[in-house]
């Protein structure tokens, strides 16, 4: 697939560009994602004309559309920040972008739970970020997180799972936007979908199922909503046995008893948490290989990200 387009606050890669000249690296998104990813950094204060070091800012008011103030002398900038955030995303659209990763708790950049302060001064962490609101309401079905959720194994596999699919179902809409395409990629993400929401999936077939009673922009539109909304449901142990059982029934007459009973053991070593998803995927590729499953090797769920970011590892 090349590279994917991802937004990134510019301090995570390790850029002197905060408020007191420091930077909050992640090596993980810089040196390890970084190899599959074509980082778009934005700085909101920096690249709104604010120096380096320069004072703090806070959000204050009301906790849907509060104020961007300094947080010492006061002053108010939030319509130049949203003027600026407005320009920069338009911006952004020509980049392909697919997917974002803010830096928690900023005033400007943090996703969610950053600070609002009232009227007393008394903090309540239930705002959004100046840019980060405009961004999200800029492309409400892009992916994105924030470095501090990132640190959780589950989250950054579903993320990155997000941003990976995205730009899968991004590359079948370049080539042609053409029903029979979309309903090939449904199909070969069928599994994925499943692990995250038999609902949405449900849904979904039922689409593909009825597309020739739509326009294709309609059909699109819909599709393009239930797959994003699919795959920001969290996987569970539960789906992900679910799916895993539903695998071997593809292949179950052709495995040895012994085979079998490998399998269901392994399954549910998982299932109760003493393995990682890693450990049943791999033996399952194993046997798909062994009898040339067809269907199976076109499942996306099976390989949905490099290996070497080693996600399934922990989850």
């Known amino acids: 697939m090349g590279k994917i387009p991802l937004g990134i606050s510019t301090c995570l890669l390790g850029e002197n560009v905060r408020y007191n000249g420091g930077h909050a690296l992640d090596r993980f998104l810089r040196d390890t994602l970084g190899k599959y990813v074509h980082y778009l950094p934005v700085c909101p204060e920096v690249e709104c004309g604010f120096g380096i070091p320069r004072e703090t800012f806070r959000l204050v008011g009301d906790p849907r559309q509060p104020r961007l103030v300094t947080s010492h002398t006061g002053v108010d900038h939030t319509d130049r920040m949203e003027a600026w955030a407005r320009k920069r995303v338009d911006e952004l659209e020509n980049d392909d972008i697919c997917g974002f990763i803010f830096k928690s708790d900023s005033p400007s950049s943090g996703m969610e739970r950053v600070k609002v302060y009232d009227d007393k001064g008394v903090p309540r962490k239930i705002g959004v970020g100046v840019f980060a609101r405009v961004f999200m309401e800029h492309f409400p079905l892009i992916p994105v997180e924030e470095d501090g959720r990132l640190h959780d194994p589950i989250l950054r596999e579903n993320f990155i799972e997000r941003i990976f699919t ?41 689409l593909v199922a009825h597309a020739k009673q739509l326009s294709k922009k309609e059909f699109i539109t819909q599709y393009e909503k239930l797959l994003m909304g699919a795959m920001s449901v969290k996987p569970s142990k ?6 895993l059982h539903h695998i071997m029934g593809y292949f179950k007459k052709d495995l040895s008893t012994d085979e079998k009973q490998e399998l ?6 998982y ?45």
């Not at 090939?184 to 929401?197: G, I």
């Not at 539960?238 to 799916?243: I, S």
């Not at 067809?294 to 970011?309: G, I, M, R, T």
């Open 238 to 243: 539960a789906k992900h046995t679910n799916v």
């Open 271 to 315: 299932h109760q948490g003493l393995i990682p998803l890693i450990v049943p995927v791999t033996l399952m590729n194993h046997y798909i290989r062994k009898y040339d499953e067809a269907y199976l090797k076109e499942q996306v769920y099976l390989n949905p990200h490099p290996l070497e970011l080693q996600l399934r590892n922990h989850v």
């Open 166 to 206: 995205y730009r899968r179902y991004r590359r079948v809409m370049e080539e042609k936007k053409h029903i029979g395409n979309l309903v090939e990629f449904h199909t070969r993400n069928k599994l994925l979908l499943m692990a995250h929401s038999p609902k949405h999936l449900q849904q979904m077939g039922h």
């Open 264 to 269: 269901l053991e392994v399954v549910d070593e």
